[in-house]
């Protein structure tokens, strides 16, 4: 950071000459390199041209108003530091001045210990404002390549994967022994866990990215209740879980993008599913009143104790227990939350350990 300190370019415009000299004198013994100029339009013109880091403007010309500067160079380059320099008088226009896009101000006199402080300070803020920039850009894109990672190099070898195991149990099912069936079945139900981890992954890398589709339709929650439980109730009845519908006539439709919709159904019944031993009961209802629309669904399962209920919806939260008989990612409410989220509405649990939990979205009325 020193190395840039020194080679720094600092222009200052300001129409009494004595100050220039000073500043000039103060500012180059420090190595920085220094160009001043007593007229407004001729230092726009010198600050598009050398782009300096560090730019003094006085706020008092005759000629121009050094507001004007602040707010022309402001806006034309992003990453110059404007610092005005004001009279005694003037805190507040120095004010005015910041909420314009200055960084900082120098009141008249200063000294030249003063204003290579401000120089400093001015230029460390300017760092650190490149350096949050340029990780930003590096994050967005280290996130695209790993959607494109996981999603070419990841996704369809799993797929495969699973394919051939269903090809060996289809053809050589019977003819393995019972140990070995098991142990294949067992890499089968792995692999598909792998499937559904890479599966959330991308869902949420592509929210976070914007990716993710939001074309917004005018919906109906009773039909995507009513699919998201046809499309379970094979994998309840395996399970040996009863699962009701109590959905309200006359639904108002909400907006939203059915896809994404049926996948937050889908993880939350399939919740749980996982979460409630057999002879259980689901239960899915729709409700509404002047303003939402509510699905409440709930399970009379193992629950959730009352403190590891504020983390549910953090990414990778799982709840440690006993019964690992079904794994999972623990992302499934994390991308469930972010759904909502992205279509206005909430998303809210309640539950106790033993005896149940249920959900809650509520989503603003068409
Ligand atoms: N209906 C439920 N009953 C009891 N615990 C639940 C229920 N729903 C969620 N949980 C708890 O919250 C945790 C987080 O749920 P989430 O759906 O995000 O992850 P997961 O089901 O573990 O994995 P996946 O990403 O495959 O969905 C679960 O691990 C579980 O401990
Ligand atoms: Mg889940």
Sequence with gaps: ????????????????????????????????????????????????????????????????????????????????????????????SAVEAMKKGAYDYLPKPFTPDQIRAVTKRGL??????????????????????????????????????????????????????????DIIDRCDKRIQNLEDLVEHWLDLSRIENGTFSEAKAPLDLNEIAQRSIEDLSVLCHRRELKIKADLKGNLPKIMGD????????????????????????I?????????????????????????????????FYRVKGKDER???SGLGLTFSKKIVDAHGGKIDATSKEGSGTTFVMKFNKL
């Design 258 to 281: 059915q896809e994404s919709l049926m996948r937050v159904f889908s993880n939350i019944i399939g919740n749980a599913t996982k979460y409630t031993p057999p002879g259980g009961t």
């Design 283 to 315: 239960s899915v209802s729709t409700d509404f009143d002047d303003y939402y629309v509510y699905v409440k669904i709930s399970d009379n399962g193992m629950g959730i104790p009352q403190d590891k209920l504020p983390f549910i919806f953090e990414p």
């Design 1 to 92: 950071m020193d190395g840039q300190i020194e080679t720094s370019r600092i222009l200052i415009i300001d129409d009494e000459e004595s100050i220039l000299d000073g500043c000039r004198q103060a500012l180059e013994k420090s190595g920085y390199s220094v160009v001043t100029t007593l007229d407004g339009p001729e230092g726009i013109r010198l600050a598009r041209e050398i782009k300096p880091e560090v730019a003094f403007v006085d706020l008092k010309m005759p000629s121009c108003s050094g507001m004007d500067i602040i707010e022309v160079l402001s806006k034309d380059l992003p990453e110059i530091i404007l610092i005005v320099i004001t009279g005694y008088a003037s805190i507040v």
């Design 124 to 181: 460390e803020h300017r760092f650190l404002k490149v350096e949050a920039a340029r990780l930003r850009e590096e994050k967005e894109r280290m996130e695209k390549n790993f959607i494109t990672f996981v999603s070419h190099e990841m996704r369809s070898p799993l797929v495969t994967i699973q394919q051939y195991i269903e090809s060996i149990k289809a053809v050589a099912g019977n003819s393995l022994s019972k140990d070995v069936f």
């Design 326 to 328: 079904h794994r999972g």
